[in-house]
């Protein structure tokens, strides 16, 4: 018989308020079943938490079981704070990737900052040191002057957390697209670095052992971010700022200087960060992975003011906080370690035999659960999938249709106008505002295919990149899914690196309409699909839905995060052209599929098409063949062909680095079936440019590899200009004018007065 | 030779300032606990870069009353050679082992680049094994750091020899553009009147690996071992 009373004060529980607690009808009746009588108030709030999407995952979860998750060398698979995988040597990186999408939508720059804080601390509280940050963000267009207002936000949030804590923020990616205006995506990939020996894992041991609050005190920020994550952004949104918390990167970077002085110490069992539904959450899940019951006192748990109520103190999501599972009589060394760091520990909790989850207010119960079924009793939904015939009908039509632009017959003007579309013009401005070379390890950093950083002690080094084209996902979920996992492969394998594993980032509109929940599924096939036939498995991540704003939802953006594994620093290859006279060549078909191109938004406005096909085993060989040449020390320089296609990966060959430019000549004549624009502008998957002194020696590889590679141009190092043959015409580019419309068109735009302008008036090669 | 590196809360560049001494330039290196009240016996002081305090109220301005602080300006007082990079630099103005302040970058914000700086004076502990009128590429990293100064102080640091780096294109042109916070007179590194004291904005201590970029940064520490040493 459960002790339980509700607490004096306390509102009645009406249809109305379980409503406003975000609890369907039939997930209410839920929980009277498994409580046996009508929850408290404190009670549906903790419910309201972990029942959220956020949380709970409960739209998600069964179709994220098909991903494959396992390799021998992964540690720590999904389910923990964040999937580790070894590197040998007795070392393991911790990685994952976290979105705070809803909150930056309506305060940027804390929403962000306390984005990149969450994922660090699900990365140290493995015992990790972070040693990177990423982060895959998605706006609006650039015209709006709320959008600009919205990145310039969210980077500068970014910038303030990271560079504070003093982790290097190394890459990522940015994208505009008109689909992304009132629900930008804010998503931030933390990796770290550990002894296989210092891995602690975030489940509660021991009947008796203490549980401690750690870090910042609780104050009434944040209560309920985790049910304003899982609902569709509105008008109203603006209205719920308050349940956005408030980062303080000083304090994280006392929590994870103590916290690593804690698991290293040996006086605790276990470690969770209280993120999301920040008590309740993190203290329930403790429980459920060590299967034990857990009891929690809330006026143990230190606040930032008085009067809180335990609703108030389990739900806030107060940031700079850690749940630990001490040893028993290690109390006090625990609080030494804190006190050191200027912060506190508190007991507030124990871990006990009976199988339940009790809350009390001293002597007074004000929740309790039954067993560990808080977590694992929350619903689980399957709901209808189908294809949209809007979408469908788009992905039928045929991209060669459309007229070229008169414009267009010089495609140098295409060429300059693609290299300043925001999307893949360089990310200069964001990315120095981001201290990305702290903790001197980083070999690349920001701007090239994927970010290197050495690991000490050892020849090894490991590459990390995000990807992700929504475009495509919206037009094919199979394929886009497919695609996303193959190009973030691509990415690590063009500095040299063997992919090892993927932690993603599902970021989805509302999975309650069938056109939704169709692109969710399909998008995780294709992901599982290329995540088999790469051997990448997926090692953790996070799902974000309801990104939906009045004007419809987001597209489907399955954002990937990659970690690859150098084994000898003489491998690191870098994107640029390296060295004149080298050859250029293709590896890869060139293809020529233009759907879903960057060519058709920018150019003409469109997104049609069927995007690119993508075959994950002809991916596989493409990467073993560019690593085997890379390995034989015959290739200069890789890159990556993807938005804007071949042409613009020639250019950024050539100009992405101000301070090791080239020029280059290359003929692409013989591909006479294709109209230039194909050839120039398509992004067909599989293809990487690649820069050599032995072009017979990477012939060779590619051919006993079963790779198509062709040798199409040679770089020119004094070459001022960019120098393409094509079947039917030359097109010819000064490297000044590809300077200029790479690397101005993102400060251009930024330095505008927030009027409105639009994006003919601010492109800089636009007017001629 | 032993250099002692301080850490106070925040700071988030003491490790690499300890690995370039180590690692790079094969000497001891110990950290120095900002509780503390003691220098181990360190020749050479390092006050590293990162946020102290959380740069709150104003970079430096908690960092300078760290009780190890006394400690510190005892040691420079008695010629003792003091590095403060970065955040150590806005440290060592506030506590007033260097003449000036750092501020808020001329753009407003943060910036993290490669930069190119000029050796302006190699007759120091801290430069000479470098040449006069050498353009070294360093990383920055930073959101306060313009240096300003009185015209008359400014004056003073000029007609002494006291501004050691200033940020210049690479062909050595002291230009606005080379600039990457709106620093007075292009300033990027100062000394103490004494000469003991190096106050730098740009990073040597990441400056130490031609894998990462520049190795333009390992004279600076063998500068001063060749001094010390001497």
């Known amino acids: 018989m459960s002790g339980v009373k509700p607490r004096p004060g306390d509102p009645m529980i009406t249809p109305a308020l379980v409503a406003e607690h975000g609890l369907t009808k039939q997930e209410y009746e839920r929980l009277v079943g498994m409580l046996g009588r009508t929850p408290t108030f404190t009670e549906l709030g903790i419910i309201s938490a972990l029942w959220s999407e956020h949380c709970s995952y409960k739209h998600s979860r069964p179709i994220l079981k098909t991903l494959p998750t396992t390799a021998p060398y992964v540690l720590q698979g999904p389910g923990e704070n964040a999937g580790v995988i070894s590197i040998g040597d007795g070392l393991a990186v911790a990685f994952k990737i976290e979105s705070h999408n809803h909150p930056s939508a309506v305060e940027p720059y804390q929403g962000a900052a306390t984005g990149v804080g969450g994922i660090l601390r699900d990365v140290f509280t493995m015992g990790a040191r972070p040693i990177a940050m990423l982060n895959s963000l998605r706006f609006g267009s650039l015209d709006d002057s709320r959008v600009r207002y919205l990145f310039s936000g969210v980077v500068r949030g970014i910038g303030d957390y990271g560079n504070c804590v003093g982790i290097p923020t190394v890459a990522g990616e940015i994208v505009f697209d008109p689909a992304y205006e009132n629900n930008p995506l804010v998503n931030a990939m933390c990796v770290g670095l550990l002894h296989e020996k210092d891995l602690i894992r975030a489940k509660a041991e021991g009947v008796g052992n203490p549980i401690m609050a750690v870090g910042a005190r609780t104050g009434r920020d944040g209560i309920h971010g985790a049910s304003f994550a899982s609902e569709d952004l509105s008008d109203s949104s603006d209205a719920k700022r308050p349940r956005i918390q408030v980062g303080d990167p000083f304090t994280e970077k006392l929590l994870l200087e103590a916290s690593l002085e804690l698991i290293r110490s040996g006086h605790i069992v276990a470690i969770q960060d209280m993120g999301a539904a920040g008590l309740t959450s993190s203290s329930a899940e403790m429980a459920e992975r060590g299967d034990v019951g857990v009891t929690i006192d809330v006026t143990r748990v230190p606040t930032r003011e008085s009067g809180m109520s335990p609703y108030e103190i389990l739900l806030s999501e107060s940031q700079e906080r850690m749940l630990v599972v001490a040893k028993k009589g290690r109390e006090d060394a625990v609080r030494d370690i804190l006190a050191k760091w200027d912060l506190t520990a508190a007991v507030i909790g124990e871990v006990i035999a009976e199988p339940v989850y009790r809350v009390t207010e001293g002597d007074r119960v004000v929740a309790e659960f039954p067993g560990s079924r808080l977590v694992t009793d929350c619903p689980s939904y399957s709901p209808d999938a189908r294809e949209s015939i809007a979408i469908a009908d788009l992905r039928a039509a045929d991209p060669f249709a459309i007229p070229e632009r008169p414009e267009e017959k010089d495609p140098a003007w295409t060429l300059e106008r693609l290299l300043s579309a925001p999307t893949i013009a360089s990310k200069a401005w964001a990315y120095r505002q981001y201290d990305s070379t702290v903790r001197t390890n980083t070999v690349i950093g920001p701007g090239g295919d994927a970010a290197v950083l050495r690991v000490r002690g050892t020849n090894k080094a490991i590459a990390v990149k995000t990807d992700c084209n929504g475009r495509y996902v919206y037009l094919d979920p199979r394929v886009g899914g497919r695609i996303a996992v193959a190009e973030a492969a691509r990415n690590v394998a063009c500095t040299g690196a063997r992919p090892m594993a993927i932690t993603n980032c599902l970021n989805f509109g509302n999975p309650t309409r069938p056109e939704v929940f169709y692109q969710f599924k399909e998008a995780v096939a294709g992901m599982g699909e290329a995540c088999r036939a790469l051997g990448t498995p997926v090692t953790g991540g996070n799902v974000s839905l309801y990104n939906e704003s009045p004007s419809g939802a987001v597209y489907p953006t399955p954002v990937i995060g990659m970690v690859g594994l150098i084994d000898d620093l003489a491998h690191i290859t870098r994107a640029t052209f390296q060295r004149d006279a080298d050859a250029i060549l293709l590896l890869g078909e060139l293809g020529g599929e233009l759907g879903g191109s960057e060519y058709l938004a920018t150019i003409h406005g469109k997104v049609l098409g069927a995007p690119p096909r993508c075959d994950a085993a002809r991916e596989r060989l493409l990467i073993d063949a560019l690593i085997e040449a890379i390995r034989a020390g015959v290739v200069s320089s890789a890159h990556d062909c993807s938005d804007g296609g071949l042409a613009v990966a020639l250019a950024e060959c050539c100009i992405a680095n101000p301070e090791n430019e080239s020029g280059a000549e290359t003929d692409l004549s013989g591909y006479s079936a294709l109209p230039d624009r194909a050839i120039l502008f398509g992004e067909s998957q599989g293809r990487v440019v690649v820069s050599s002194p032995a072009p017979e020696r990477v012939l060779a590889i590619a051919v006993k590899g079963g790779v198509p590679c062709a040798r199409i141009g040679r770089v020119l190092r004094e070459s001022e200009t960019l120098t393409i043959k094509l079947p039917k015409r030359t097109m010819r580019s000064t490297l000044s004018r590809l300077r200029r419309a790479y690397h101005e068109t993102i400060p251009d735009i930024m330095a505008r007065t927030p009027e409105h302008a639009t994006f003919d008036e601010l492109a800089p090669v636009a007017a001629h | ?230």
């Open chain 2, 1 to 230: 030779m032993k250099f002692g590196v301080v850490t106070f809360p925040g700071s988030n560049c003491d490790y690499d300032a300890f690995q370039a001494v180590t690692d790079t330039v094969g000497e001891e290196a110990t950290y120095l606990w900002h509780k503390d009240h003691d220098l181990q016996g360190s020749d050479v002081i390092i006050l590293p870069g990162g946020f102290s305090y959380g740069d709150y109220l104003r970079a430096g301005a908690i960092a300078r009353f760290s009780p190890i602080m006394q400690e510190v300006a005892a040691h420079a007082k008695a010629g003792g050679p003091v590095l403060a990079i970065c955040n150590g630099f806005q440290i060592a103005c506030e506590a007033g082992l260097l003449p000036g302040a750092l501020m808020r970058n001329s753009h407003l914000q943060f910036v993290s680049a490669e930069v190119r700086i000029r050796v302006e004076n190699v007759d120091t502990m801290f430069t000479n094994l470098y040449e006069r009128g050498e353009i070294l590429r360093m990383p920055v990293a930073h959101g306060d750091g313009r240096y300003v100064a009185p015209a008359g102080v400014l004056e003073e640091l000029e007609a002494e020899g006291r501004v050691i780096f200033r940020y210049a294109d690479a062909d050595g042109t002291i230009s606005a553009d080379a600039n990457p916070n709106g620093s007075e007179r292009n300033i990027a590194g100062i000394i103490s009147a004494a000469g003991n004291v190096l106050g730098m904005m740009p990073h040597p201590e990441r400056a130490c690996s031609p894998l990462l970029g520049s190795s333009d940064g390992v004279r600076l520490l063998e500068s001063i071992l060749a001094r010390v040493a001497a």
